[in-house]
């Protein structure tokens, strides 16, 4: 491993906003929406990714959820986008290139099943 690539979602956003991607690689069968949430009391601010199949179980467990940062609030969702269509934002911002990868090739499905749908080509060593 030369340290010059790095998957998965956490991973791979901070390095786009890190600005240190060189190619992005994301899966065409991602199946996620990022969510913004805000807090009702403080108003701070956090994002969580969903899987669709999973978003109404999520919307209704809010009230479950404290915020994070004054731990009394309860969140509301204030923005819901395609987790592909904030990567491609993030993407275009770092000036990285994309590659949808489809499923129907083998590398595809291994991008897919092995690293969540999502990896990057890195400008500089990442460990």
Known sequence: DDGLATYGEDEVMQQLKNVNVYT?????SIKRWSVTLECRTCGFKETRIVDMDDYEEFENSLNELNCLKCEGGNYEIIEREGLI???????????????????????????????????????????
Not at 24 to 28: A, E, I, K, R, T
């Open 24 to 28: 992005l690689l994301v899966s065409d």
């Open 85 to 127: 269509e904030v990567l491609v934002k993030m993407a275009e911002d770092a000036e990285a290139r994309l590659e949808v990868i489809s499923t129907h090739t083998e590398e595809g499905e291994m991008l897919y099943r092995s690293f969540g749908g999502i990896a990057a080509i890195t400008k500089y060593r990442t460990f």
